[in-house]
């Protein structure tokens, strides 16, 4: 089950802020730094377009510093459903660049995004020359499995109504931590798949958070009204 | 929010076979695994028993040998929830080590189970003299992140029936692949937490599959009787 690999597409420009947006990167040494900054390229990618699909292999390390991706996978019916979405300082791509198989799940931008590229050659020469990368690299990847996890403990509440509410918070705590506006980085259709409900459950559930006066809706556009009952019905404390 | 470490507690015996039985340790040349050895413990767990609790910190790396972990989380409302179960040859306990925080979910022997411990120290002097072994703990890491994925991919999955269907297989996969029969490595009541659905409708739903001559269930032993229909149940191609 090994990959044949083929080569990052073209289209890569030098590194506009990969390294400073990328928060496990900020408290690397000048000489790490410099290390990194020489063997990354950053690419953009419009909403929508994909980054690499699951069953490919890719030689390469992503870097999320701005935008979401949602990671996918196509169901045996053909039906594509989000599995986790990656904000800016999260990685991916690790698992065919580390194991050398083929991608589990696609990656696509669900909105314009940035993504720092390493080729694995140059991302295993780094962990080689400087094992304090490699310390933060493999921190920054039990990051991403406690993440993971959060994901899937939202996903284990038995009512639609607290996942849809812990769910908001946590979308909320990703793109406008503290704010009380913020924008849903998927569709609502996508959101309904995410949290097991149908479109109808979810248009339902939000309708009902708008009569009871505790979140606005306008399109993608989510404003919390009353955050403490929002968390009561999460089952977090406040 | 940082860890005050403890010391792991006591009841530790050298590893009787730590190495041998977790596949990501199988390919270490002969000086790293005698590297490995010399700072592994091993400990049992009886079923129920903590190995750490949500919020507690610790200094030691867990790696599971026999039996099975369950991580878990608690609800505000103090009902426990599982997160995600581990089998043989996966990680735990990384979180606290690699980022000195608290644990962010409890883990506890969902049956017996032997656990090799590393402290934290011991570990990282491993990474920084042997390249190698971090290069295969981060594989590891990132073969965790794959499992958590996997698992969340199984959560999101609309149907009751098909989230049912999937974990059978996902636990036979885990417990005894290819094998007709296998046992549930948690209750009842947690599979129906697990799968987002009540008790009640969990046995309905397994009383179903018997019906139809799909799955035989006695307490907690399945017996797979028509493993195709449960594949397409599943949404799975065989």
Chains 1, 2 share one sequence.
């Not at 009380?180 to 958070?209: H, N, Y």
Request: glycine share 8%.
């Amino acid at each position: 089950m090994g990959c044949a690999l083929h080569s990052a597409a073209a289209g890569e420009t030098t590194p506009p802020s990969c390294l400073s947006r990328v928060p496990v990167f900020g408290q690397l040494r000048a000489e790490e730094v410099a290390l990194l900054h020489s063997v990354m390229r950053s690419r953009r990618f419009s909403k929508g377009e994909t980054v690499f699909r699951e069953g490919d292999c890719s030689d390469s390390l992503f870097v999320l510093s701005r935008g979401v991706i949602k990671l996918t996978k196509l169901e045996a019916s053909g039906k594509e459903h989000i599995i986790r979405l990656l904000f800016p300082g999260d990685f991916f791509g690790q698992f065919s660049l580390l194991q050398e198989k083929p991608h589990y799940a696609s990656a696509a931008a669900a909105d314009d995004a940035d993504v720092c590229v390493i080729h694995r050659e140059d991302f295993l020469e780094v962990l080689r020359r400087s094992p304090e990368t490699a310390a933060r690299f493999m921190t920054a990847l039990s990051g991403q499995l406690e993440e993971a996890d959060s994901w899937a403990a939202v996903l284990t509440l038995l009512e639609t109504g607290r996942r849809l509410a812990k769910m908001l918070l946590y979308f909320r705590q990703k793109s406008a931590p503290g704010a009380d506006e913020f924008t849903l980085p998927i569709s609502k259709k996508e959101l309904a798949g995410v949290i097991g409900a149908t479109p109808e459950t979810l248009s339902r559930k939000l309708g009902q958070l708008s009569a009871d006066g505790i979140a606005a809706v306008s399109g993608r556009r989510i404003t919390i009204l009353n955050e403490k009952e929002l968390c009561r019905l999460a089952g977090e404390e406040q």
